[in-house]
Nanobody
């Protein structure tokens, strides 16, 4: 099973930027869909973005569209989440899941990803 390790979290300022990284233990260049999900204290986990190899598309939740960008570096087996124009509501534990079974990228938000990292904490101050 693919092992995933997130990094890059920390304290950010409203209006500022952070870049998260998700390093995979193996190749993610084929077959894999990679997502970013977050969970704020006391709230349910929510999807942030997903990069789906099967349809070569990227998807974003409405709450981050236009502010966050998901990308991948196949040579480094790493997926990134560039977060710009940060808001305090972006605070949460960010995790990157991966799976080979996501074919229809439009279903990424509710998809049951098989491999998950431990997450990296993001705190955005006002």
């Amino acid at each position: 099973q693919l092992k995933l390790v997130e990094s890059g979290g920390g304290l950010g300022q409203a209006g500022g930027s952070l870049r998260l990284s998700c390093a995979a233990s193996g190749s993610i260049s084929e077959y894999y869909a990679i997502g970013w999900f977050r969970q704020a204290p006391g709230k349910e986990r929510e999807g942030v973005a997903s990069l789906v190899t099967a349809d070569d598309m990227t998807y974003y939740s409405d709450s981050v569209k236009g502010r966050f960008t998901i990308s991948r570096d196949n040579a480094k087996n790493t997926v990134y989440l560039q977060m710009d124009s940060l808001k305090p509501v972006d605070t949460g534990l960010y995790c990157c899941p991966a799976d080979t079974g996501l074919i229809d990228g439009r279903k990424w938000y509710g998809f049951n990803f098989g491999s998950w990292g431990q997450g990296t904490q993001v705190i955005v101050a006002p």
